[in-house]
Nanobody, 121 residues
Framework: QVQLVESGGGLVQPGGSLRLSCVAS????????MAWYRQAPGNQRELVAS???????NYVHPVKGRFTISRDAGKNTVTLQMNSLKPEDTAVYYC???????????????WGQGTQVTVSS
């Protein structure tokens, strides 16, 4: 059993900052790519940023230069630092991780429960 638990969402004014964290726990042999997705009301879930096990990062264009994804392999965590937030960043943010539970097993994708981020004055 693997669990991803997010924290750090909330209400912030435009131009403000928030830091999201996600911790993976349970039967974990190796964590591959970790990522943050978001889903606004009426929209599909979309990738925001990802980071590989080798720390290579990828961002969607609307958040480049404002968001930073990082990970701590020793603590099985991934963090999303969000600066210069805009109202259009309002969404539920989900943590995703590709995890191998034991040696010899395949890799599987896991999701967190989501955390609400609201950017409003």
């Amino acid at each position: 059993q693997v669990q991803l638990v997010e924290s750090g969402g909330g209400l912030v004014q435009p131009g403000g900052s928030l830091r999201l964290s996600c911790v993976a726990s349970g039967n974990i042999f190796k964590i591959y790519t970790m990522a943050w997705y978001r889903q606004a009301p009426g929209n599909q879930r979309e990738l925001v940023a990802s980071i590989t096990s080798g720390a290579s990062t990828n961002y969607v264009h609307p958040v480049k230069g404002r968001f930073t994804i990082s990970r701590d392999a020793g603590k099985n965590t991934v963090t999303l630092q969000m600066n210069s937030l805009k109202p259009e960043d309002t969404a539920v943010y989900y943590c995703n991780a590709n995890i191998q539970s034991k040696l010899g097993s395949g890799m599987r994708g896991y999701w967190g429960q989501g955390t609400q981020v609201t950017v409003s004055s």
